[in-house]
Nanobody, 120 residues
Framework: QVQLVESGGGLVQPGGSLRLSCAAS????????MGWYRQAPGKQRELVAT???????NYDVFVQGRFITSRDNGNDTGFLQMNDLKPEDTAVYSC??????????????WGQGTQVTVSS
Protein backbone atom coordinates (compact mmCIF):
# COMPACT_ATOMS: atom_id res chain seq x y z
CA GLN A 1 0.00 0.00 0.00
CA VAL A 2 1.43 3.33 -1.10
CA GLN A 3 1.36 6.15 1.42
CA LEU A 4 2.59 9.72 1.21
CA VAL A 5 2.63 11.68 4.44
CA GLU A 6 3.34 15.39 4.48
CA SER A 7 4.53 17.25 7.54
CA GLY A 8 6.08 20.57 8.48
CA GLY A 9 3.17 22.90 7.89
CA GLY A 10 2.02 25.49 10.38
CA LEU A 11 1.54 29.15 11.11
CA VAL A 12 4.36 31.50 10.19
CA GLN A 13 4.74 35.25 9.94
CA PRO A 14 5.33 36.95 6.59
CA GLY A 15 8.97 36.69 5.65
CA GLY A 16 9.37 33.47 7.59
CA SER A 17 10.33 29.99 6.44
CA LEU A 18 8.96 26.49 6.62
CA ARG A 19 10.27 23.16 5.39
CA LEU A 20 7.71 20.62 4.28
CA SER A 21 8.48 16.93 4.13
CA CYS A 22 6.82 14.16 2.17
CA ALA A 23 7.57 10.69 3.47
CA ALA A 24 6.77 7.86 1.06
CA SER A 25 6.22 4.20 1.86
CA UNK A 26 5.20 1.17 -0.16
CA UNK A 27 6.83 2.59 -3.28
CA UNK A 28 10.29 2.83 -4.84
CA UNK A 29 10.54 6.57 -4.34
CA UNK A 30 13.55 7.07 -6.59
CA UNK A 31 11.61 5.79 -9.62
CA UNK A 32 9.00 8.52 -9.45
CA UNK A 33 8.80 12.18 -10.38
CA MET A 34 7.73 14.34 -7.46
CA GLY A 35 5.52 17.39 -7.39
CA TRP A 36 4.28 19.85 -4.79
CA TYR A 37 0.84 21.36 -5.19
CA ARG A 38 -1.19 23.79 -3.15
CA GLN A 39 -4.81 24.72 -2.85
CA ALA A 40 -6.07 27.87 -1.19
CA PRO A 41 -9.69 28.22 -0.05
CA GLY A 42 -11.97 28.90 -2.98
CA LYS A 43 -9.22 28.36 -5.52
CA GLN A 44 -8.15 25.56 -7.79
CA ARG A 45 -5.20 23.39 -6.93
CA GLU A 46 -2.02 24.72 -8.52
CA LEU A 47 1.37 23.25 -9.19
CA VAL A 48 4.12 24.78 -7.07
CA ALA A 49 7.22 22.80 -7.96
CA THR A 50 8.37 19.59 -9.55
CA UNK A 51 11.48 17.52 -9.17
CA UNK A 52 12.04 14.70 -11.61
CA UNK A 53 13.60 11.38 -10.66
CA UNK A 54 16.56 12.57 -12.69
CA UNK A 55 16.96 15.68 -10.55
CA UNK A 56 15.46 18.35 -12.80
CA UNK A 57 13.39 20.94 -10.96
CA ASN A 58 10.83 23.46 -12.11
CA TYR A 59 8.96 26.12 -10.18
CA ASP A 60 5.84 28.19 -10.54
CA VAL A 61 6.73 31.77 -11.32
CA PHE A 62 5.18 32.96 -8.05
CA VAL A 63 7.57 30.90 -5.92
CA GLN A 64 10.68 30.97 -8.10
CA GLY A 65 13.62 32.13 -6.05
CA ARG A 66 11.84 31.57 -2.74
CA PHE A 67 11.03 27.85 -2.72
CA ILE A 68 13.44 24.97 -3.23
CA THR A 69 12.44 21.35 -3.70
CA SER A 70 14.75 18.45 -3.01
CA ARG A 71 14.62 14.73 -2.40
CA ASP A 72 16.42 12.12 -0.35
CA ASN A 73 15.93 8.90 -2.26
CA GLY A 74 17.76 6.89 0.38
CA ASN A 75 15.10 7.84 2.91
CA ASP A 76 12.16 7.95 0.48
CA THR A 77 11.46 11.55 1.39
CA GLY A 78 10.89 14.74 -0.53
CA PHE A 79 11.17 18.28 0.72
CA LEU A 80 9.91 21.76 -0.05
CA GLN A 81 11.90 24.55 1.56
CA MET A 82 9.80 27.70 1.58
CA ASN A 83 11.48 31.02 2.30
CA ASP A 84 10.25 34.61 2.42
CA LEU A 85 6.71 33.40 2.81
CA LYS A 86 3.87 35.72 1.89
CA PRO A 87 0.21 35.72 2.96
CA GLU A 88 -0.74 34.61 -0.56
CA ASP A 89 1.25 31.41 0.02
CA THR A 90 -1.41 30.32 2.51
CA ALA A 91 -2.84 27.01 1.33
CA VAL A 92 -2.94 23.28 1.88
CA TYR A 93 0.24 21.84 0.38
CA SER A 94 0.28 18.30 -1.00
CA CYS A 95 2.97 16.15 -2.49
CA UNK A 96 2.47 13.99 -5.55
CA UNK A 97 4.41 11.13 -7.08
CA UNK A 98 3.85 10.51 -10.75
CA UNK A 99 5.09 8.31 -13.53
CA UNK A 100 3.94 7.07 -16.90
CA UNK A 101 3.59 3.33 -17.33
CA UNK A 102 5.02 1.54 -20.34
CA UNK A 103 1.50 1.56 -21.76
CA UNK A 104 1.47 5.36 -21.57
CA UNK A 105 -0.90 5.54 -18.62
CA UNK A 106 -0.15 8.17 -15.97
CA UNK A 107 -0.17 6.95 -12.38
CA UNK A 108 -0.43 9.41 -9.50
CA UNK A 109 -0.20 9.12 -5.74
CA TRP A 110 -1.15 11.93 -3.38
CA GLY A 111 -0.56 12.79 0.22
CA GLN A 112 -3.26 14.14 2.50
CA GLY A 113 -1.81 17.63 2.60
CA THR A 114 -0.46 19.95 5.27
CA GLN A 115 -1.78 23.40 6.08
CA VAL A 116 0.50 26.40 5.67
CA THR A 117 -0.78 29.70 7.03
CA VAL A 118 1.18 32.91 6.58
CA SER A 119 -0.14 35.65 8.79
CA SER A 120 1.00 38.29 11.23
Amino acid sequence: QVQLVESGGGLVQPGGSLRLSCAASGITFSHWDMGWYRQAPGKQRELVATLSRGGRSNYDVFVQGRFITSRDNGNDTGFLQMNDLKPEDTAVYSCNLRRITRAGVPVNYWGQGTQVTVSS
